[in-house]
Structures are given as structure tokens and as C-alpha cells.
């Protein structure tokens, strides 16, 4: 699997806004104000990227300063690219009054307790706030800081999740429980996942990266971010 996805990584052709390696992606500099400084400047709107190390340096930025707001916008420029819904939706999101304050606690939730209880503080908390995105901010977050763990935070979206769904029915099926599909699709389904099942990914997640790890294939250690990657952009099929 991760022959199949390094080789396609540098193509530039991935699926989604996450593209070639995950790590760089096409940016949209109209979506909002503030603009984080690790970014190129706006008139370079035609050709600007961002890399993961750029979103992770305005993490790491905002956990010194407090600047909540401004790597939150990092890591959404990262996750979105260009689709142009995504300007509007974040403008919307950022004039919510509690923004600051629940990315604060988040953050100390983070660093106090771990992934899952960040996420908990998150879930529900702003409007138009979602996990799919809220996750990037917590995962960035955990790249820029030092909180307790593993597991640290990862992202979990609606087409991670669907991988998940698809690989619990697959384990079902196979041990012949014919309802493995309606369990899965309760379980995994494609968005307001509880903390609890933040954690039971989390969890897999790294148990799974462990165990490629130790496989003769060149897996890296500590790596489950590479293994979400492959899940996002489809290398890893466990229906296929």
C-alpha cells in the first residue's frame, strides 16, 4: 500500500483538496481574514500552496500567542483548497462569538487530557463547525504542541469514515454476521461521531499503523497519519 501511494504522490492528481502528498495543497487566500503569517502573500493567489509544516508553524504560533482564530483559518485553507463554498462558510464560522473561546479550550483540553477530550469540547459547540474540520485544527494542534498520548489527534472526515464503514462490514461479513452492514453503517456513519468513537479511531488507527510497521513492506513507525492519508485519497480499499 504505501508503494502504491508514494508513487502516486508526486503526481500532483490526488483526490481532493489534500492533493499529491497530502503534505502541499492548492490555497485559496480570498477565504478570511487572519491571514496566517507562515503564508505566502495573497497576491500570489494564482500559484499559492501550503504545506503541512506552514500549518503546523501557525499552530504552533497560536498555542504561545493565542492566536485561535488564525490557526484555525490555517489549517482550513489547508483542508479545503479551492472549492468555493468554503470562503463564505468560514467567514460564517469565524463571526460565531464563542469561536475563540472553544478553540481555547479545546487547546487546554488537549494538552490536559488528551485528543478525545478536545474533541469533545469541539463537537457541537460552534455553529457551522464540524468535525471534518475541527479535527484538522485539533491534529495540527497536536503536531505544534506536546499533548499526552498516544493516541494523538487525527482527522476524521465523512470520506475517512466511509473507509472505516467499509472495512467493519467487510470484517463482518467474513465472520458471517449477515446485519455487519447495518452495524457499520450506524457505527460509521458520515458525520456527528461522538467523542467515544473519535477515540475508538484514534485508537484503531494506531494500532493498524503499529502493525504495518512491523510488516516487510517499509512501512514507517509512528505513522497513522500516513495510513488516514491512504484512506482519504483511496489507496486503501478494504471493500475492494
Not at 480570498?30 to 494564482?46: G, I, L
Not at 456513519?189 to 517499509?218: C, F, K, P, Q
Request: glycine share 10%.
Amino acid at each position: 500500500m504505501k508503494a502504491r501511494w508514494t508513487r502516486s504522490s508526486g503526481s500532483g492528481t490526488g483526490t481532493g483538496p489534500r492533493d499529491g502528498t497530502g503534505a502541499t495543497c492548492a490555497a485559496d487566500p480570498s477565504v478570511a481574514q487572519p491571514w496566517p503569517d507562515q503564508f505566502p502573500e495573497r497576491s500570489h493567489a494564482e500559484s499559492m500552496t501550503v504545506d503541512r509544516a506552514q500549518v503546523v508553524e501557525a499552530a504552533r504560533k497560536a498555542a504561545v500567542g493565542g492566536d485561535w482564530a488564525e490557526a484555525l483559518v490555517a489549517s482550513y485553507v489547508w483542508g479545503h483548497g479551492r472549492r468555493g463554498y468554503g470562503p463564505h462558510r468560514l467567514r460564517a464560522i469565524l463571526a460565531e462569538p464563542n469561536l475563540v473561546d472553544a478553540l481555547a479550550r479545546a487547546d487546554a483540553a488537549l494538552r490536559a487530557e488528551g485528543a478525545m477530550e478536545a474533541y469533545g469540547v469541539l463537537s457541537g459547540a460552534v455553529k457551522g463547525l464540524g468535525p471534518a474540520f475541527f479535527t484538522k485544527f485539533l491534529y495540527f494542534l497536536s503536531l505544534a504542541t506536546d499533548p499526552p498520548g498516544p493516541p494523538r489527534a487525527l482527522i476524521l472526515d465523512q470520506r475517512v469514515a466511509r473507509v472505516m464503514r467499509a472495512h467493519a462490514t467487510r470484517v463482518g461479513l467474513d465472520a458471517g454476521l449477515t446485519f455487519a452492514p447495518d452495524i457499520a453503517a450506524w457505527i460509521w456513519s458520515d458525520g456527528r461521531w461522538t467523542a467515544h468513537r473519535y477515540d475508538v479511531y484514534l485508537r484503531w488507527m494506531n494500532a493498524a499503523a503499529e502493525r504495518l510497521a512491523l510488516s516487510d513492506i517499509g512501512w514507517p513507525a509512528s505513522s497513522p497519519d500516513l495510513l488516514e492519508l491512504a484512506m482519504f485519497t483511496g489507496v486503501w480499499d478494504p471493500a475492494a
